[in-house]
């Protein structure tokens, strides 16, 4: 007959290994997605398709070329920050790629139109070698304002999520990480909404990962940009005065 104790063990030893099983399948399932990204990606080369003329990595010559025009622009920001690339481990893919990534999602958002582009964050200088960049500073994130309780007025909500969401398709770029602690979303002083971090995302609905391929396929499931839009709005209210 077993005593309390070694009940009590055996229950604590059905449990870890209920963790363990739980872990490992979720391993597995991280694996079967990215085996599947490469051989899909491989089977394309091979049938030499056009999706494989897809740029997923800037050439040194194009970021350098990027970084020198923004060293002579005229557009001058009175507030910046500077953010160091690392590796995404949500999405799965390395350093490189997600300063790639977000460096080409915000070069194409930066070349809209005014009233589009004012809606995310404008890159200033590059640094490749470190892989680090600087841009321009947004305001409070949602989840900042959240925290300390602080409210803001918002005037033309409506305008404006259409301004954000027209911007994102005409530069092809799709926000994955819309997180809903409104991490990702900023609003500023005077009431300008921007979407930040565009490391966990994809451009020209082409994936730099398994996981992020996964990604997009649920956010297209759920709606796509029909339910981006929805997103922001309910994050946004959540700190209108």
Known sequence: ?????????????????????????NSNDRYREDISFFTDHIRALERNQKVTRHKVFPDVYDLQS???SLLNS?????????????????????????????IECLRRLNELGEEMRRHFPALLSIDIEARSFNMSHCGTTIKDLIESERKIEIKDLELQIVEIITALREASVMHLDMHNSGKNITISDSGLISLID?????????????????????????????YLEKTIISLVKKVLS
């Open 1 to 25: 007959m077993l005593t309390s104790e070694a009940k009590s063990n055996d229950l604590m030893d059905e449990e870890a290994l209920k963790i363990k099983l739980k872990q490992t399948k």
């Open 66 to 68: 990027l970084s020198e």
């Open 74 to 102: 005229k557009h001058k920001h009175s507030f910046t920050i500077s953010k160091k690339s690392t590796e995404k481990k949500i999405a799965r893919i390395s350093l490189d790629q997600a300063f790639f990534l977000e």
């Open 198 to 226: 565009f490391d966990v995302a994809v451009y020209d609905d082409f994936p730099l990962s398994g996981r992020l391929r996964s990604l997009n396929k649920k956010r297209k499931e759920k709606g796509g940009y029909d």
